[in-house]
């Protein structure tokens, strides 16, 4: 338990630091023994211990400190500013003790937490509470803010970005999404609303592929979601733009047949979805959704998925079934000819992976299995009707994440596996090998 006994010179302290101020406080006048680090650091320790919060004044930053006593003075400081409520001054000094790291990482984190609640920074004590949770997740500490979480309300506005890139290699069976580089820009604005919170999406993305052109792809999308005690909706619209190339392209058995045939310029996209979400007292978390989703004017899709995960004191296991149909307007150029002309799928998913989380890491190792089915039209020649094709993968993905700062993570992922073809007028399977790898950064605030 952290004692602090209050006396006289807390009232002044109280009076003489702003907590308006948003950077490192201003230097006060105030009794400081020689610029000597082990001097000051031993007197702070006293003084901490005896309740007198004169040290509050002192600079340490200017005594030539190593790390580890500069970690242990920041600490003190933002103790002592915390309980004298200059909630500014403890967030400038928690925040410097938290970026040098020590044995006290894990009461920091609660202590930065009970600062944002005071400033109503909703957010960030979200994201606290998820690093508390990664990094100790046997925390008493983390038990307390799960409990005092049922009496924060929301602020009234929060608002967030984020910035990634994401660097792509992959097998030459899959051209589409070898040699990619993305870059995603995105944020988001909510505000509470009839008993619920409603929340502002956008984001912008620009595709390369660095060994052939700089410019591939750009994305945009716009979105509204509604959630209330579990429950949601959301609508989302979204252009895009795609240059000409195989590369660039979903290619289907015909050649011609992709998501983005039609034109260039894609402003037709959107999608529609209703959810579910509940978690139990265990940790057990069961979510849901329909959503219906236009990728292109000829292209529809009808989607319902289901997921579950539980929290154990060491890793996160999550899994999901997903099941999509696919209404695809057949391309007028091929239905002249002998070639196959897509004009329908359906896709069935599943995956299961654990999550373990160890400090700052986060490894994941998983299996997906993916079946679909390609419907065909053959309009002329001796194989005029309907023809199928299925598909059926098994992948093993290993995903690696480390987080920086608290603002800045590095992430990679591997996955290796194999697809199985069956077309139905051959019955013949043919197997190959498909693998990617992805490595990037992604900073939020």
Same mark, same amino acid.
């Given at each position: 338990?952290?004692?602090?006994?209050?006396?006289?010179?807390?009232?002044?302290?109280?009076?003489?630091?702003?907590?308006?101020?948003?950077?490192?406080?201003? /230097?006060?006048?105030?009794?400081?023994?020689?610029?000597?680090?082990?001097?000051?650091?031993? @007197?702070?320790?006293?003084?901490?211990?005896?309740?007198?919060?004169?040290?509050?004044?002192?600079?340490?930053?200017?005594?030539?400190?190593?790390? @580890?006593?500069?970690?242990?003075?920041?600490?003190?400081?933002?103790?002592?500013?915390?309980?004298?409520?200059?909630? /500014? %001054?403890?967030?400038?000094?928690?925040?410097?003790?938290?970026?040098?790291?020590?044995?006290?990482?894990?009461?920091?984190?609660?202590?930065?937490?009970?600062?944002?609640?005071?400033?109503?920074?909703?957010?960030?004590?979200?994201?606290?509470?998820?690093?508390?949770?990664?990094?100790?997740?046997? !925390?008493?500490?983390?038990?307390?803010?799960?409990?005092?979480?049922?009496?924060?309300?929301?602020?009234?506005?929060?608002?967030?970005?984020?910035?990634? !890139?994401?660097? $792509?290699?992959?097998?030459?069976?899959?051209?589409?999404?070898?040699?990619?580089?993305?870059?995603?820009?995105?944020? %988001?604005? *909510?505000? /509470?609303?009839?008993?619920?919170?409603?929340? %502002?999406?956008?984001?912008? =993305?620009?595709?390369?592929?660095?060994?052939?052109?700089?410019?591939?792809?750009?994305?945009?999308? #716009?979105?509204?979601?509604?959630?209330? /005690?579990?429950?949601?909706? %959301?609508?989302?619209? *979204?252009?895009?733009?795609?240059?000409?190339?195989?590369?660039?392209?979903?290619?289907?058995?015909?050649?011609?047949?992709?998501?983005?045939?039609? =034109?260039?310029?894609?402003?037709?996209?959107?999608?529609? $979805?209703?959810?579910?979400?509940?978690?139990?007292?265990?940790?057990?978390?069961?979510? *849901?959704?329909? =959503?219906?989703?236009?990728?292109?004017?000829?292209?529809?899709?009808?989607?319902?998925?289901?997921?579950?995960?539980?929290?154990?004191?060491?890793?996160?296991?999550?899994?999901?079934?997903?099941?999509?149909?696919?209404?695809?307007?057949?391309?007028?150029?091929?239905?002249?000819?002998?070639?196959?002309?897509?004009?329908?799928?359906?896709?069935?998913?599943?995956?299961?992976?654990?999550?373990?989380?160890?400090?700052?890491? !986060?490894?994941?190792?998983?299996?997906?299995?993916?079946?679909?089915?390609?419907?065909?039209?053959?309009?002329?020649?001796?194989?005029?009707?309907?023809?199928?094709?299925?598909?059926?993968?098994?992948?093993?993905?290993?995903?690696?994440?480390?987080? #920086?700062?608290?603002?800045?993570?590095?992430?990679?992922?591997? =996955?290796?596996?194999?697809?199985?073809?069956?077309?139905?007028?051959?019955?013949?399977?043919?197997?190959?090998?498909?693998?990617?790898?992805?490595? *990037?950064?992604?900073? !939020?605030?």
């Amino acid at each position: 338990m952290i004692r602090f006994r209050y006396i006289p010179l807390v009232l002044f302290l109280a009076t003489a630091f702003s907590p308006s101020e948003a950077g490192r406080p201003a /230097k006060r006048m105030g009794t400081q023994p020689r610029m000597d680090c082990k001097i000051m650091s031993d @007197s702070l320790a006293h003084l901490y211990e005896a309740g007198d919060p004169s040290y509050l004044t002192w600079d340490f930053s200017a005594a030539k400190c190593d790390s @580890s006593r500069l970690y242990q003075a920041y600490y003190y400081q933002g103790i002592g500013f915390l309980f004298i409520s200059a909630w /500014k %001054e403890a967030l400038y000094f928690l925040t410097a003790a938290r970026d040098i790291g020590g044995p006290r990482d894990e009461e920091i984190l609660y202590h930065l937490w009970t600062v944002y609640q005071k400033l109503d920074r909703y957010q960030e004590m979200e994201r606290l509470t998820l690093e508390l949770h990664q990094r100790y997740p046997s !925390s008493l500490f983390l038990l307390e803010i799960l409990d005092q979480w049922k009496s924060v309300p929301a602020s009234a506005h929060t608002w967030s970005w984020g910035y990634s !890139s994401k660097a $792509a290699w992959a097998g030459t069976r899959t051209p589409y999404l070898n040699h990619i580089l993305t870059n995603r820009l995105s944020g %988001e604005i *909510g505000q /509470k609303w009839a008993g619920g919170m409603v929340r %502002e999406t956008g984001s912008m =993305s620009m595709k390369s592929k660095w060994d052939q052109r700089f410019f591939q792809g750009f994305q945009a999308n #716009l979105g509204t979601e509604y959630q209330r /005690k579990g429950a949601s909706l %959301e609508a989302d619209w *979204g252009a895009g733009f795609e240059s000409r190339g195989d590369a660039s392209s979903i290619i289907f058995t015909n050649g011609a047949q992709s998501l983005l045939a039609d =034109s260039n310029w894609n402003f037709k996209q959107g999608r529609l $979805a209703a959810g579910y979400s509940y978690t139990t007292n265990t940790g057990w978390n069961l979510a *849901g959704n329909a =959503s219906f989703y236009q990728a292109s004017p000829d292209w529809r899709v009808l989607g319902l998925n289901h997921s579950q995960s539980i929290l154990f004191t060491d890793f996160i296991l999550i899994g999901y079934l997903d099941l999509q149909k696919h209404w695809i307007t057949p391309d007028p150029e091929v239905g002249q000819t002998q070639e196959p002309n897509l004009d329908g799928m359906l896709t069935f998913s599943f995956s299961l992976t654990p999550y373990f989380s160890r400090g700052r890491h !986060s490894l994941g190792v998983g299996g997906t299995y993916y079946a679909s089915r390609m419907h065909y039209v053959i309009a002329t020649g001796a194989d005029r009707g309907p023809d199928s094709e299925w598909q059926h993968s098994l992948t093993e993905t290993t995903s690696y994440s480390y987080d #920086l700062r608290s603002w800045c993570r590095l992430a990679a992922s591997f =996955s290796f596996g194999y697809d199985f073809n069956n077309r139905l007028q051959t019955l013949a399977y043919t197997s190959k090998t498909v693998y990617g790898l992805d490595a *990037g950064f992604s900073l !939020s605030y």
